[in-house]
């Protein structure tokens, strides 16, 4: 664990800490903006599920208000379109979530318990798992869920911190025995788990997204 907490400490003192502080800075600003820029955030996390999140960004931007007005028929086609991998399935889960925005809206207000979120989230919203809830909740300015994808499994692997789930198949028990591990890197590394997956994300691919 030493040699990646040196390795983030580097990156604190670099000019990347100010781009991964803008970035919790526009998650908190979505998380106020609005019942509608919430329900989109949402849809970004169905789009990115075994998909680019780079590309998913960019049909997110294309497609805006489209995800609470279109048809599931005019959403699938759109989605093809742009090209995403699951134009189908992400539209109809899309559309079907659109019956639960507003008691969404309402759990958010009323509850301010990142793991009572996503237990919600993962159980009433279809299409949504463990991943995509935290990215989720992560991106409308929650900060203590852990985001994880085969990036940070990969890395952490690398430092010898974890074993690789068998088949490439996360669990919910894998996964929240992975998030453990990063609870006490973030500890550590004085981060929350939010920003923790900032700088392990810059860290695997150079990016820093969303």
Known sequence: MQLLLKEIGKLKNIEIKKTIDSRIKE?????????????????????????????????????????????????????????????????????????????LINLLKEIDDDLILRRWIVKNIKGIGMKEASHFLRNIGYKNLAIIDFHIIDLLAKHGLIEPPKNKRLTPKKYLEIENVLRKISKEANLHLGELDLYLWYLETGKVLK
């Open 27 to 103: 998650f908190e600003r979505v998380g106020s903006s609005g019942p509608d820029e919430i329900f989109k955030e949402l849809c970004f996390c169905f789009m990115t599920a075994n998909f680019s999140a780079n590309r998913g960004i960019k049909i997110q931007n294309e497609i805006g208000d489209g995800f609470l007005t279109l048809s599931e028929t005019g959403l699938s086609e759109k989605l093809k379109e742009l090209g995403h991998r699951f134009p189908n399935a992400r539209a109809k889960y899309i559309v079907e979530s659109r019956d639960k925005k507003d008691e």
